[in-house]
């Protein structure tokens, strides 16, 4: 069974509900994907006034607004690093370096990647594995030298980590910032990755160059960079021959050279976190790394119990989500990363038969989501469409009341409703038929739908659900990705629509 969550869905329609909608800016901050809810600096965002008067080391990197702000200049190497090391230290107790140039992570946002990773494994999407004595072993794929995940990992959840990369320098500082650490050295094993002679060579580009880490800010208006043409990654080993036989872990998680070329990840540096042309670049990018990764996935298996990876660019997600679907995985999971004014995705899959036909209930981050058909059949109009939803929920028994002059389908779906629309999905049906039994829960789950017309050819489609604190409102996102799936076969010229993910 494929379970596919997004986030991020409404945040394409925001020009489209102008009319409707609070004022853009404020809209934007209220739609936002937040940071990770369990993620130490949701609530508590670093306080450089805080941090300068307990550092001296930091005080110099620190500078006031007009308004009396404390700000750090986000261009300058040391201060970012500097940043970074008292706030490893501060909140997590961490002694950390890396040398000038290499690439430095941003504390909370490496933090989100982690929480998520221990949302995987909490949940119940996929049997617990408990062989290991609720021991969690993790695979870093490209540690960096500044090692920051397994750092993090082990000092906030005490997991283990295999933490892999191919440059001496990583190697190096990794295994220095672990063992500056001793009360989580002992989790820690820094394994370098050979390096054959075909691996990628920075050809007249100095290893010694460095620019923003504002590609964690790839430009924010990355869906506008299309998919380059495949290409295949033929840099050095990822996990097939990287991981030794008999060896088991409960994740692999990475954050891939992102970049194809020196020049690619050179846009609007805005900040300057370092970054060695080895650390950001790789042949065919994020889309050639992470696919190897899923090809190694297929090789390995159930070796490992999630598969995780960052990604980039979101029409990247597009691809290799597809590429899941292909190789036959049982489950794929997407999130949303924020991280300043850029986003990133998360993408986890695994080949672990899933324990349940659907998601366990948990309360939805969301209880407005939209989404747009466009290239609606000249045929047919919000009248059609409206029928089509009531349909749509009355074909998995859920009641409906359909308002034809307000355009309002109101739903009310049971447990059992709810799974038989997420079963919708006949190619994965017998895969889900041969999975255990459905989690029961307590109470229904009620929304609306609302149709309307943007302009001719166009229709918004918006759920809103009605009790968010329904057992069942975990669903609510898959329910309405259904919906859309339908529609848009049924309705719109282009059948597979570009906002599906
Ligand atoms: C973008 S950096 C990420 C560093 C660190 N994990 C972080 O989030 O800041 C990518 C890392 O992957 C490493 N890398 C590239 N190809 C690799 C491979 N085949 N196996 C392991 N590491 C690799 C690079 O050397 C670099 O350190």
Redesign the pocket.
Known sequence: MIIVENSSRDLFYDNLERKKMPSKKRRRKEERPKIHPKNKYSDNPPDFALLASLYPTFKPFVFYTREGRPRIDWTDFNATRELTRVLLLHDHNLHWWIPHGQ?C?TVPN?SNYIHWIEDLLSSHIIPRDNTNGGNVRGF???????C??PLLGASLFGWSFVA????DV?IEWAERNVKNNPNISELIEIRK?KCSQNTLSPEGLSGESSYSEEREGLPSSSLDISASEDKSYY????LVD?VRDGETFDFCMC????FESFEEAGLNPKTSCG?TY???V?PGGEKA?ITRIIEDSVVLKQSFRWYTSMVGRKVNLKFLVSKLREVGVTVVKTTEFVQGKTFRWGLAWSFVPPAKKIVTPHVTEKNILSFMLEGIQRQFGAIHVLQSVESFFLAGGASCKLNASSFVVDITASADHCNALLNNDVKYIDEVASCSNVQEAPSNLCFRILVFQQIPGTLLVKGSLQHRDSALSGLFSSIIQQLEASLRQKFCKEKTGTNYI
């Open positions: 690439l992570p490496r870093d794929i490209g540690t960096g030298a500044n920051i995940y892999s990369d191919m440059t990583a990755v840099g050095p080993a990822i990287v954050n891939p050279p992102f970054g080895e650390e950001m790789c790394f």
